[in-house]
């Protein structure tokens, strides 16, 4: 599975550093025209352009300088703000997903000065970029980004590093920072927004993975220095991934306090989480909760679990982990007379099919548009999909080399374990 990770640990992130990783990474300069384009033609702008130029940051490594030129006419207010950004988003054809993605965004800077056209730009941009390149579809995680110390100045006074805005978005998503002796403001509420809605979790170790590519970001001369490292990678083969297994046994907590807990987990990152009804001391009945995760996050989960739960011992077990090749892909099915593009994901184990699952996402999504049980929809769908796996045997096969028999079904296919 395809993975990215962004490391803003010593440069910090702001919208346009950001950005400019992402062009380094994917080598592709002028793929933000269109975006541009679209920015021009808001009319908020006398003149909106970028250059995207890669100079060298050392005898080892180049980067990438993104240069915005905007000048603006006038201030918009919030709602025309969202307005402007979400037309842009749908002119450039951004994927649900990654318009989702802006609007969470732009749900974190309503109390932030900005300027419209640049935030615009880099907001929709980053979503842009990870959108054609199909990172979405696979795993993106963070470093903790440095925050920087200086001082804010206030009605009531001055407040030290962090910025109360920047610090505000990294709370409201439980966010991790670091802290480092610069006299800048490393990482801004739009770099902090991005950063939380685009992360599936942050990450103290870099995971095992094979390293793809790398891209660097830096800022302009004059303004707070740092590369911003992004490192595309894939996970490593099935039987190379070894995980932790958290345990603890809870015989007084209620199912509610059980329940939120498990929600903090998979927040947090954990891979799995579930709970076995058991005997303790004395008979009484006890809570077993189970937390399947990566070793990096042991400790944050470990903290997690005795906060929520308030239990005083918790077992630690590694073991090695045998996963199934997973692929994600958008495939058209029909229901109800009508196509629709759904995601499936197929798992394979020595390179034949085990399993075949359409996305819950959308065929709920279905459901609501048809006005149709739920598993109705699921069984169009899979009979559209053994179809379709037939047609493709036959065509590689040709007629006499017989049909696969089907894979196990949405309804009855086990959870990732």
């Known amino acids: 599975m395809k993975i990215l990770i962004v490391d803003p640990g010593c440069s910090g992130v702001d919208g346009s550093i950001l950005l400019a990783s992402l062009i380094d990474l994917t080598g592709e300069p002028r793929a933000l025209d269109p975006l541009a384009g679209a920015i021009r033609d808001l009319g908020i702008c006398r003149e909106f352009r970028y250059e995207a130029e890669r100079v060298g940051a050392g005898e080892e490594v180049a980067a990438t300088l993104l240069s915005i030129t905007a000048r603006e ?78 001082i804010t100045r206030t009605d009531c006074g001055d407040i030290p590093g962090p910025a109360p805005a920047t610090l505000a978005v990294l709370t409201r998503h439980r966010f991790p920072f670091a802290s480092v002796p610069a006299e800048a403001d490393l990482t801004t509420p739009v770099g902090a927004a991005l950063l939380a809605a685009i992360t599936e979790r942050s990450i103290s170790l870099y995971p095992a993975m094979t390293p793809a590519r790398v891209g660097y970001g830096i800022r302009p001369s004059g303004e707070p220095t740092g590369l911003l490292r992004v490192m595309e990678g894939e996970s490593l083969p099935p039987g190379e991934d070894r995980v932790v297994m958290l345990e603890t046994n809870l015989d007084d907590t209620s199912g ?87 995601r499936v994901k197929t798992a394979s184990a020595n390179g034949r099919p085990v399993a075949e699952k359409p996305e819950y996402d959308d065929l709920a999504a279905i459901a609501r548009n048809r006005g149709i049980p739920l598993r109705l929809v699921g069984d169009e769908v899979r009979l559209c999909l053994s179809e379709r796996r037939r047609e493709r045997t036959a065509r590689e096969g040709g007629a006499g080399g017989g049909c696969p028999p089907d894979l196990p079904s949405a309804a009855n296919t086990a959870r990732d374990g």
């Open 73 to 150: 006419e006038g201030a918009m207010a919030g709602d025309d703000f969202q307005e402007a950004c979400m037309a842009v988003a749908d002119d450039v054809g951004l994927s649900p997903g990654a318009r989702d993605r802006v609007s969470s965004v732009l749900g974190d800077l309503t109390a932030v000065s900005f300027r419209p056209a640049e935030t615009i730009f880099s907001v929709v941009g980053t979503m842009f970029l990870l959108d054609r390149a199909e990172f979405f579809e696979g795993t993106i995680v963070a470093m903790p980004p440095a925050l920087g110390a200086t």
């Open 256 to 342: 509610e306090v059980i329940g939120y807990t498990i929600e903090r987990l998979f927040a947090e990152g954990a891979a799995d989480v579930f709970v076995t009804p058991a005997l303790g001391k004395k008979n009484r009945p006890v809570s077993v909760v189970s937390v399947m995760a990566a070793a990096a996050d042991e400790n944050r989960l470990i903290r997690i679990l005795m906060e929520e739960t308030g239990t005083l011992g918790v077992r630690v077990r590694e073991f090695r982990k045998v996963v199934a090749d997973r692929r994600k892909e958008t495939v058209p099915v029909s229901v109800g007379g009508r196509e629709y593009p759904i």
